[in-house]
């Protein structure tokens, strides 16, 4: 009998309920980050446009879109996924709309930033390790189940 491994896709089928931890989470942030800034960037040299506020507004349009996109078709963004970490709803333990996934990400993220990262900062004193785009968003990210195939 042959033991299939599952492909990552597969994998984040399956969610786990234990939380992720804070570390995890903060390298898919990095790894994500380096992605969205890697793409705005690109794409205001590619327009030639002036850095500045169009910078911070296309970053916030980017994580839009890229979290939009990956969390509502796979449940996690690249660095999620490399962190095997995923994003779920509080409620139902769904993956969130397009929409919310963006939303979190793009605009939520921004407020946890806002004033000197408290919003990030608060993760470390709740049991769920809740930040403040995911009280927010009523999501949370928990780490993936493994899946084993025979």
Known sequence: MEIKKPSMVDSFLATGSESASIFSRWIALLIDGLITTAISASTIY???????VTFQVSSIIVAFLYSGFFTSQRGATPGKM???????????????????AGLRDGIGHTIS??????GYIMA???????????????????????????
């Open 46 to 52: 590619t327009l030639n446009i002036e850095m500045g």
């Open 124 to 150: 470390f004193f709740n049991d769920d390790k809740i930040s403040l785009h995911d009280y927010i968003f009523k999501t949370k990210v928990v780490k993936v189940a493994p899946q084993v195939r025979l």
């Open 113 to 118: 930033g806002l004033i000197l990262f408290l």
């Open 82 to 100: 490399v962190m095997k970490i995923k994003i779920v709803n509080q409620v139902d333990g769904l993956t969130p709309s397009f929409i919310v």
